[in-house]
């Protein structure tokens, strides 16, 4: 008892804490204010064990080990705990000030009924307050008396639970969220993060819709795989071909082919079967049938081409089912003499009458029309039990007309063929359609109370049922009936004739001989009469009704099945303009407007009453779904992936491929032309949805595949050596933001695009605590802006301590394999005389690095700059979307300096440095400023690769030989459609003296390589001194820059050029008086010939590292790039990208 008595203290104050509990639920909503965290754990509370605490309310936590505490804890608190449901991830607590602990609530309040899973219970070391009377809302973080008993100890790690991983509403309340690994790894002062879906399960509309069917689903009819499948597909599978259709089948093939037809056309749909039963036990299955096993396998252009004409088909089959119908009716009429106008007429008035019916059963609702169905099937049972009593009821006056009860000699008579102007192919053709009523289960999957047992176990035996059932009409059949009857009973033999008469017949005494030899028109037999069934069957009105049973209990099914696949389509928005279908009704949703849709598509084919052309078109579109839920499986397996895993494993990828081309052969072997056409609707709605790329992720096979070969293809690149043939600019450009610098981003895209690999590197600096989840979700933030902005490239952001630390992490970790940058892209840096001098250090390091990693090094001058990120509205370039979906609504406000082209986007200093904590703007479009002269420039010149070039050049000056990248990025960009128009002109230093000479040489040279030129110039004055105005103005230029260490002490010197090693000593700048002349000198033969260029590429001036210094190195560039027009300086790596051999 000891053990009882002892928690009463704890058990008194668990009640207490959940009474305060239910009584604040109301007032706070739940979830995290934007100042406190979802889980603020309260350090006393870890610590309480171990501390002697003397509050008033911790006596008893401090007294008892945790260990011993989860017995105890759970005894007192389950009657306490408040029944009302859990809204969020975790409850949320009120934590009151001591004093008014006793009198909040009474411990005496009513028990509830218990724990719902998900709630957590109060633990009594959770009333740790320090604020006196002020109250707490935050998440408690310690009470799961669960997680208690099973570790021993307090945590908010929770241990697996199926509500973690439901895409939707769970049965007993919403969604739970497992804590995220950022709460429960991250430190306690920081920010809670934004709250969003683990493992990116963030639902889409359909699948949010589905959450909200969930959560009203309540009272909804579900069916089992007896009810649901079994029956639907028995009724489906057993047409009207096993009652009119069949002895004919037999007539004509034989037994022994009827039963391989029989054979052939069931192994099509067991094997498709087996393909159904395994994508539907991967995983929830959801409304849909085949479209949602296709669309979920193969993806929304394969899904939604299906779907689409799959729902038609089912609506056209309603057509099909009910003129069968009619058309019996219309024979009985005839035959009664009872017609009401013409036959055709008669067909479209019964049709209509019929087909307004079966709309009021189904829109009654699925249990009225299940019912329905179970009535039908009874009947379409007893008549084929009437067929095999009455066939062993031989009976003398059905002699005549050809049946004469089971005789072998009969049986052997008809065992081989005997085709009437019919072909095996052709009379397979007619019988297939029989056999596709399989997926009439699985089209109403979504109605189904366990899809994954249902589809499997319902489809597999109703297609062995059926097929046992048809195999034995085909025996049956062929065993008691001749080929052909007269009807006329003084058609015996005589004995004389005996011995001459072969036939199966003469042994019963009957001569049926006339039947081949004259003109008799014999109408009865295997071959002449459809209704010899009803013929032999032990009460005729029976297979009557059973083809009336047959036909509407298949037109019955096809009414469901379409609006059903059509609703699940339209859902899922893969058609825009179709939307208004998705609305369901009542509490089974209810398609009524697809019903409507359906009736009306149905009522147009019923009118036209001439089905010969439509139905074999039908059968295709059957088919043509069945071969791409096979290929689906075989796709899937292919794949690879770990997300398929079917419970069900009896299937085979081998075979399933086997089916699938047996459902395309079949197609063609029905109807060629029908065919042709299905698969030019199919593969016409395929380009239709891949153009418009619904937006929609269900992690199909196709992905899964396309992972598996990209890495196969990765890994197989990586074994074969490199070659110059197939050299390819590999670009990391370090864009920033992509955003940040277009004309960077544009003009490198134009030469990459679909030749090369494109990097944009970003790298983040400045910041004291990086935060690494931001930079994931920018990751993918920006890799879907340029996606969305048709830029073949990939976005790789880097945190680093300064610029060059972030290149040389990228130069040495960006890429895969022989995927790999090769070339580092820069943007000029315009500002360099205005900020940090350490900053071009940085800068120039960065391109020894390259050099050093054995790249090559390409940099793009604009006169107007590069960078637009501090222009207002440039954020903008993000879509809409983009920030709704993924920002939340907030953007974070970034400023960057105008022109460093090549630094990261860093924060603004008025902003705090600390990455958590960003300076926010709430997203809303403020009043446009009007943009200065300067900025309007920049924009209108950031945007100018985006447009088509016009007939201008693109000038390369190939002055040294860098195994010729140079060359190749303008032959490249020449070869796109924007900068098609452009001519190349080459330029290249020579010796006055050997001009002709020089000009032939590389005119040969380039005629080898096979790079179209317009003109070639050699520059002969190259070395001629530059006009003494602009040597002043270079020499003006570096004046801030220069050591001068002639005017101080050789130590000050030496300690000035450590602290500024940018600085440039007079020994370097007399070393290097004839390279500084050759820049400035280049620049003014560049305005001479190049000034009206589309753009100019220049061979990079190459600076010995550790010799030049980087301010001197700096002042080069800008000598030779300025007031020019767009400008790219290219150095390769010194290996030869080009060459002319084969």
């Not at 965290?37 to 610590?47: C, H, K, L, M, P």
């Not at 009973?489 to 004259?518: H, I, P, W």
């Not at 793009?860 to 207002?872: F, P, T």
């Not at 020449?974 to 000009?999: A, L, P, S």
């Amino acid at each position: 008892m000891s053990a009882t008595s002892a928690p009463s203290a704890p058990a008194e104050t668990a009640a207490t804490e959940t009474d305060f509990l239910a009584a604040d639920a109301g007032q706070k909503p739940p979830g995290p204010t934007p100042s406190q965290s979802r889980f603020q754990v309260d350090i006393v509370t870890e610590a309480a064990g171990a501390t002697d605490d003397k509050s008033p309310n911790s006596d008893a936590s401090s007294g008892v080990p945790s260990s011993d505490k989860g017995p105890q804890e759970s005894q007192g608190a389950d009657p306490g705990a408040s029944g009302e449901e859990s809204k969020g991830r975790f409850r949320v607590v009120n934590f009151a000030d001591p004093s008014a602990a006793g009198c909040a609530a009474s411990p005496d309040a009513s028990p509830a009924d218990g724990l719902q899973n998900g709630d957590t219970v109060m633990s009594e070391t959770s009333l740790h307050s320090s604020t006196g009377g002020q109250h707490h809302y935050h998440y408690d973080t310690h009470t799961n008396t669960y997680y208690l008993r099973t570790f021993g100890h307090n945590t908010i790690d929770a241990v697996p639970n199926i509500d973690f991983y439901r895409q939707t509403a769970a049965p007993l309340g919403e969604k739970l969220i497992r804590p995220t690994l950022s709460e429960l790894h991250d430190e306690l002062d920081k920010e809670p993060f934004e709250d969003g879906f683990a493992n990116g399960d963030e639902l889409t509309p359909a699948e949010e819709a589905a959450a909200k069917e969930a959560a009203e689903s309540k009272g909804v009819v579900k069916f089992g795989w007896i009810k649901g499948v079994l029956v639907r597909c028995m009724l489906n599978i057993w047409g009207v071909m096993l009652f009119i259709r069949m002895s004919w089948i037999v007539g004509q093939a034989g037994i022994g082919l009827a039963c391989l037809i029989v054979a052939m056309a069931t192994a099509v749909t067991t094997i498709t079967g087996l393909s159904t039963s395994a994508i539907a036990t991967n995983g929830f299955v959801r409304g849909g049938g085949a479209y949602y096993l296709i669309s979920r396998s193969l993806g929304p252009e394969f899904g939604g081409s299906i779907g689409l004409i799959f729902a038609f088909a089912n609506a056209v089959a309603v057509a099909m089912y009910v003129v069968g119908f009619a058309e019996t009716v219309v024979e009985l009429l005839a035959g009664a003499d009872a017609l009401m106008m013409d036959e055709i007429n008669d067909i479209r008035i019964i049709g209509t009458i019929t087909v307004i019916l079966l709309l009021g059963i189904s829109v009654a609702g699925m249990e009225w029309e299940a019912k329905a169905q179970i009535f039908l099937l009874f009947v379409l049972i007893t008549a084929i039990i009437n067929y095999f009593i009455g066939s062993f009821i031989p009976v003398k006056a059905k002699e005549s007309v050809g049946f004469f009860g089971y005789d072998s000699a009969i049986m052997w008579e008809n065992m081989g063929p005997n085709f009437r102007e019919e072909t095996f192919f052709s009379v397979f053709s007619i019988f297939f359609p029989a056999a596709t009523g399989i997926l009439a289960g699985a089209n109403i999957s979504g109605d189904l109370a366990d899809p994954q047992l249902a589809i499997p176990r319902g489809t597999l035996l109703a297609i062995l049922i059926t097929g046992i059932v048809y195999l034995g009409v085909a025996v049956s059949t062929g065993s008691c009936i001749v080929r052909e009857a007269t009807g006329n009973v003084n058609d015996t033999l005589s004995s004389q004739f005996m011995l001459n008469c072969t036939d199966a017949a003469c042994k019963f005494g009957y001569d049926f001989s006339s039947c081949r030899t004259e003109n008799v028109n014999c109408r009865h037999g295997l071959l002449n009469d459809f209704q010899v069934m009803s013929m032999v069957s032990g009460f005729g009105p029976i297979i009557s009704a059973g083809i009336f049973s047959a036909t509407l209990s298949s037109a019955l099914a096809s009414l469901v099945s379409a609006p059903k696949v059509f609703q699940a389509l339209c859902k899922d928005n893969i058609y825009p303009g179709l939307t208004m279908f998705a609305k369901g009704y009542g509490k089974n949703n209810e398609p009524l407007r697809g019903y409507i849709l359906t009736f009306f598509i149905a009522l147009a084919f019923i009118l036209i009453a001439q089905l010969n052309i439509i139905a074999p078109i039908i059968s295709n579109f059957f088919l043509a779904s069945y071969a791409l839920i096979n290929f689906s499986v075989f796709h899937a397996s292919l794949a690879n992936s770990p997300g398929w895993r079917p419970s069900f494993k009896y299937y085979n990828m081998w075979v399933s491929l086997a089916g699938a081309v047996l459902c395309c052969v079949v197609m063609f072997v029905i109807n060629w032309w029908a065919a042709l056409l299905t698969n030019v609707i199919v593969l016409g709605l395929y380009i239709y949805v891949s153009y418009k790329k619904p937006d929609v992720n269900w992690g199909s096979s196709t992905q899964a595949l396309t992972y598996h070969q990209a890495l196969t293809h990765t890994l197989h690149l990586s074994g074969v050596e490199d070659h110059i043939k197939n050299f390819r600019p590999q670009c990391l450009v370090m864009t920033g933001y992509p955003t940040s610098r277009p004309a960077l981003l544009d003009l490198v895209h134009s030469f990459t695009k679909n030749v090369g690999l494109m990097i944009c590197g970003h790298i983040r600096t400045g910041y004291r605590r990086p935060n690494f989840k931001d930079l994931t979700t920018e990751q993918s933030r920006y890799q879907r802006w340029l996606l969305k902005n048709e830029t073949k490239s990939f976005y790789t952001p880097v945190f680093a301590e300064d610029m060059r630390q972030g290149t040389q992490y990228l130069l040495q970790a960006a890429g895969l394999g022989r995927l790999k940058p090769n070339t580092l892209v820069l943007g000029f840096k315009n500002d360099w005389r205005d900020g940090d001098m350490m900053n071009v250090e940085t800068y120039i390091s960065m391109i020894h690095d390259a050099f050093d990693f054995q790249f090559g090094a390409v940099i793009l001058r604009l006169k107007e700059g590069l960078d637009v990120s501090h222009i207002q509205g440039q954020d903008e370039l993000l879509s809409s979307q983009e920030k709704s979906s993924l920002m939340k609504d907030v953007i974070v406000s970034i400023d960057t300096s105008k022109d460093s082209d090549a630094d990261s986007s860093k924060q603004s200093s008025k902003a705090t440095s600390l990455q958590n904590s960003p300076a926010i703007q709430k997203d809303k479009r403020s009043p446009t400023v009007p943009l200065n002269v300067s900025d309007q420039r920049l924009l209108e010149a950031s945007q100018q690769f985006q447009k088509k070039q016009g007939k201008g050049t693109v000038d390369v000056w190939w002055l040294f030989d860098d195994g010729g990248l140079t060359l190749l990025i303008p032959y490249l960009l020449t070869n796109k459609k924007r900068w098609k128009d452009c001519k190349i002109r080459v330029f290249i230093g020579g010796k006055i003296n050997r001009i002709d000479h020089d000009r032939r040489a590389m005119a040969t040279l380039l005629s080898k390589f096979r790079i179209d030129f317009s003109d070639i110039t050699v520059l002969g004055d190259v070395n001629t001194k530059p006009k003494k105005e602009h040597v002043l103005a270079f020499e003006e230029m570096i004046e801030p820059y220069r050591l001068k260490e002639d005017d101080m002490e050789q130590e000050a010197a030496e300690r000035l050029k450590n602290s500024e090693p940018w600085r440039i000593t007079d020994n370097e700048l007399e070393l290097y008086r004839a390279k500084t002349n050759r820049q400035i000198r280049l620049n003014e033969l560049l305005k001479e010939h190049s000034s009206t260029a589309a753009l100019i590429v220049i061979s990079l001036p190459l600076a010995r590292k550790g010799t030049v210094s980087s301010a001197l190195y700096m002042a080069w560039l800008e000598a030779l790039s300025k007031e020019l027009p767009p400008i790219l300086l290219v150095r390769g790596n010194h290996q030869s990208v080009l060459t002319f051999y084969s």
